[in-house]
């Protein structure tokens, strides 16, 4: 019975997930056609060239392109560090919260969603660029500063203000379903609340906290939006960049194809190592 329940999404996974997969690797094993420099995917295993994947596994490693994967995961890092320091204390809160003000916040975070990315995006240009209100604030404190020149800062802060409601959610659905006499009771047995949080609350919310951070690293990792919209400097460039550059605008969709099959092993160790994590905390318990 339940073999029948996951055949439509077996058959959703297969054809909008395994197909396009395998295009995009028949295409980072295939070839160029040397007239129009399209791509000329090799559908057939037995005849995939893995010389482009050699050069550009390469150049990732010891190449022009570790500064961007590297570059890339620092302002992901950043980013993670970021979201929860901001996502955990609202997520905390309204685990702790009852009545209308609960229900009002939980709004305002889902509103976000409403709007597209791209929009808020834009909106968040206007709010930066030079007679904008931000840096009309930052000028009142002498601290004028040209947020779109291209600036790392600029770019961070635009991830977490684009992915920190995928952290705040998923913590406060793990923290309201904690069970809060544990708490009380490292109260009473002489714990700070300090103490309480470190040794009760902040473990028990580990994988609410990992689910959250999955969310938005997975993401992250692959955006070139943002990049796009509130940078587009060579010095912020992201790996995202690189596939959109090489996919879209370049003559050499091989190496843009070479990279989405790197970046997704990246995803996958992830992945891998969220779902043997979460195993463990359910042996755990």
């Known amino acids: 019975m339940w073999r029948g329940y996951a055949l439509p999404g077996t058959v959703w996974l297969a054809a909008f997930f395994a197909v396009p997969f395998y295009a995009v690797a028949a295409i980072a094993f295939g070839s160029i056609d040397p007239i129009f420099r399209n791509a000329r995917p090799a559908w057939n295993p037995l005849s995939w060239s893995f010389g482009t994947f050699a050069d550009v596994l390469g150049e990732v490693v010891n190449g ?8 890339t995961i620092v302002f992901v890092l950043i980013a993670l560090v970021l979201c929860l320091m901001i996502g955990y204390p609202i997520a905390y809160h309204l685990a ?3 009545g209308r003000m609960k229900s009002l916040i939980l709004l305002l975070i889902v509103l976000p969603f ?3 990315y791209l929009m808020r995006m834009l909106a968040w240009v206007n709010l930066l660029q030079r007679d904008g209100l931000v840096m009309r604030i930052t000028a009142w404190f002498g601290a004028e500063h040209n947020w779109l020149d291209g600036s790392p800062t600029t770019v961070i802060l635009g991830l977490v203000y684009g992915y920190v409601p995928f952290l705040i959610l998923p913590l406060y659905a793990t923290l ?3 069970d809060w006499r544990l708490v009380d009771a490292a109260r009473d047995l002489g714990a700070s609340p300090r103490q309480a949080f470190w040794r009760v609350t902040l473990p028990m919310s580990r ?6 951070l999955m969310l938005v690293a997975l993401p992250m990792l692959g955006d070139y939006y943002t990049n796009d919209i509130l940078s587009r400097s060579p010095r912020t460039e992201m790996i995202g960049n690189q596939i ?4 879209n605008a370049g003559t050499q969709p091989q190496r843009g194809a070479v990279l989405v099959l790197v970046l997704s092993f990246v995803l996958a160790c992830l992945a891998w190592w969220y779902v043997r994590d979460n195993a463990r905390q359910q042996v755990a318990r």
Do not use: C, P, Y
């Open 64 to 71: 022009q392109l570790r500064d961007v994967f590297v570059r």
């Open 96 to 98: 702790r919260l009852h």
């Open 114 to 116: 409403w709007v597209s």
């Open 176 to 178: 309201e379903r904690l």
């Open 207 to 212: 994988t609410g906290m990992a689910a959250g």
């Open 244 to 247: 959109d550059f090489f996919l």
